[in-house]
């Protein structure tokens, strides 16, 4: 192989490494929110629940780990500045999310299918050069060869 070769199969390898790298963070964030939401609809959930209810009624919280004994007096504001904190964080990863990801992907994208491209001609070129033929091509050939023996053409009617 050419250095020239060498250097844009290890491009390819790279823009590839990081495609993946790229992916995985895509993953890591989208698994994220999927939390954060799950959190943000069970705190809705507390909240709507209780708010009509008597200020004084005893409530459980689990607290890290910890199920305390409140008044709903104590609890409400508490979930409700979670409630609050959670969705902001949601929405701030989902604007994050959009932003970075489409600008990244458009150009890794491009990056791709310009090393694909390089990498197809090559490909093309080893073939012709070295008169290399993909077994699908000769599979047909030697399909019509032998038909060309017996005299079938192998259509439905033959």
């Known amino acids: 192989m050419s250095a020239q070769s060498q250097d844009r199969a290890r491009a390819a390898q790279e ?21 954060l939401d799950q959190d ?35 609890v409400l504001p ?3 500045r979670n409630l609050e904190g959670v969705t902001n964080h949601f929405e701030m990863i989902r604007g994050t999310l959009r932003i970075v990801s489409m600008n990244q992907i458009e150009g890794m ?4 299918s310009e090393a694909r491209k390089a990498k197809q001609k090559e490909l093309d070129s080893y073939q012709q050069k070295y008169n290399i ?8 050939q030697v399909q019509a060869a032998e038909a060309k023996k017996t005299g079938k053409s192998g259509g439905v009617l033959a």
């Open 40 to 74: 943000r609809n069970e705190h809705s959930l507390v909240v709507n629940t209780i708010k009509d209810l008597e200020p004084t009624r005893r409530c459980f919280r689990l607290i890290g780990g910890v199920l305390v004994e409140r008044t709903i007096k104590e």
């Open 15 to 35: 823009i590839l490494k990081t495609y993946e790298t790229m992916r995985a963070d895509l993953s890591q964030i989208t698994a994220k929110m999927l939390e």
């Open 109 to 112: 994208v491009k990056s791709l």
């Open 78 to 80: 508490a979930v409700k």
């Open 133 to 140: 033929k993909p077994a699908t091509q000769m599979t047909k």
